[in-house]
């Protein structure tokens, strides 16, 4: 039997049934009062058919007045929260497990969306992003306090919705990550400078979420093994803070890299033989496991089940999956039935390079992927991409591309 079959008994006491999950993908499918669509009950109750034992949400955020991205689900109160149970329900048939990721994206939300956002500190982005994002205003203390209490309430409602756990997003250079990197992070308060004091806004965070679920509820976080940015969280620094939530009770730490100025995640700033050895940040869980104990998932570039599996002997204890979940959204029943399936995902291109960097086709072929099977489709991984950016106008216009110019 394949090792990625083995159950997961996660801190808190709750058992994962394999070793695969699916690491989020913003879904984008969000009603236009940003409740979740039916299209998202459709859609989870596919992937909790295919085999994977912990699903992971695209980014759902707890403040509405702050978006990442069109068709984004927001929830902050319960308004919606019959939409939610209905889409918990779907996500958990079989057993499989699904957290909702809570996100708040402090300045890494487009002009369209946002014409003022915030961050720890007024620093803006590079060249390359600053015509599509505002300049941050710095958070005020009770600003803080208040996002710090949003998280908690939001995974409160989570649970009551039926989700089986949470996972706050601290990586790829969102809010969280923006306070743990000294670039964007240059306050002179408790909440800036020293490490302890960048960590602090994510580790109240936590504790507010554990408040709020409980002991016996599954709480995680995403965090960058490195923000592959000059000035940004280092290896040594993340390490340090995932020792202090190991300290806390934290249940899994998925480990990510990059932002949007750096987005190692894509694998763009990959080395070639990283690429092929599989998993992007695995030389960093090797190096942190010589003194974390906490469950990790290592998320970024896997493409095999002989990959897959390497990552769990070298001490990762899950597996993270998107691209591939995208269009082949039975490929973990069929590693865990011991066959060994290939991954579909490939390299997009219109054949035109100024097209393929406005279409970020990393992202948004894959959007179309979901949107089809929301809508009781099949996936369709030989799609093309001029077809792909047709659809992506058709269903968001043309500000689907605009906040992905600078990826």
Known sequence: MTSLAQSLTLPCGQVVPNRILKSAMSECLGTPKHAPSAGLEVLYSRWAAGGTGLLITGNVMVDRRALGEPGNVVLEDDRDLAWFSRWAQAATANGTQCWMQLNHPGKQSPKFLSSTTVSPSAVGFGPAMAKAFAVPRALTEPEIEDLIARFGRSAGLAKRAGFTGVQIHGAHGYLVSQFLSPHHNRREDRWGGSLENRARFGLAIYDAVRDAVGPGFPVSIKLNSADFQRGGLSEEDSVLVMEMLQDRGIDLVEVSGGTYEAPAMTGQRQRASTREREGYFMDFVVRARKTLTVPMCITGGFRSCAGMEGALGDGADMVGLARTLAIQPSFSAQVLAGEDPKS????????????????????????????????????????????SLLSTVSRTGIQAFKMRRAK
């Not at 054949?351 to 949107?371: F, H, M, P, S």
């Not at 809508?375 to 001029?386: N, R, S, V, Y």
């Open 344 to 387: 579909l995902v490939r390299r997009l291109s219109t054949g035109l390079k100024g097209v393929d960097r406005i279409a970020a086709l990393d992202v948004t072929w894959y959007e179309a992927q979901l949107a089809r099977m929301g809508a009781g489709k099949e996936p369709a991984p030989d799609l093309g991409a001029w077809s």
